[in-house]
Nanobody, 114 residues
Framework: QIQFVESGGGLVQPGGSLNLSCAAS???????MAWYRQPPGKAREWVAM???????TYVDDVEGRFTISRDNARNSVSLRMNNMIPEDTAAYYC?????????WGQGTQVTVSS
């Protein structure tokens, strides 16, 4: 089992940027990795994923604004978020996709507000 620990969230103004980081407790090189988010009162959904070879995929809402990257040597995944909008407000999580036997982290809260 791999445990994920997210960090880097906070309060940002509309149009601003944030970098989220995710540290994994084990080897992530065999997994597709993803960032998920859960807005208040809504279900968790994936927003960006990166394949083992580095191919990235995004949902339409974040395409062109978010960038996911991975560092297998450091067992870490990052999410760069630009041109943020209030609808990006959510708790953000990283995990393998699918989660399988791995464990969700606590997430990191992102709030976009003026």
């Amino acid at each position: 089992q791999i445990q994920f620990v997210e960090s880097g969230g906070g309060l940002v103004q509309p149009g601003g940027s944030l970098n989220l980081s995710c540290a994994a407790s084990g080897d992530i090189s065999y997994y597709v990795m993803a960032w998920y988010r859960q807005p208040p009162g809504k279900a968790r959904e994936w927003v960006a994923m990166i394949a083992r070879g580095g191919t990235t995929t995004y949902v339409d809402d974040v395409e062109g604004r978010f960038t996911i990257s991975r560092d297998n040597a450091r067992n870490s995944v990052s999410l760069r978020m630009n041109n943020m909008i209030p609808e990006d407000t959510a708790a953000y999580y990283c995990a393998s996709r699918p989660l399988g036997r791995n464990l969700w982290g606590q997430g990191t809260q992102v709030t976009v507000s003026s």
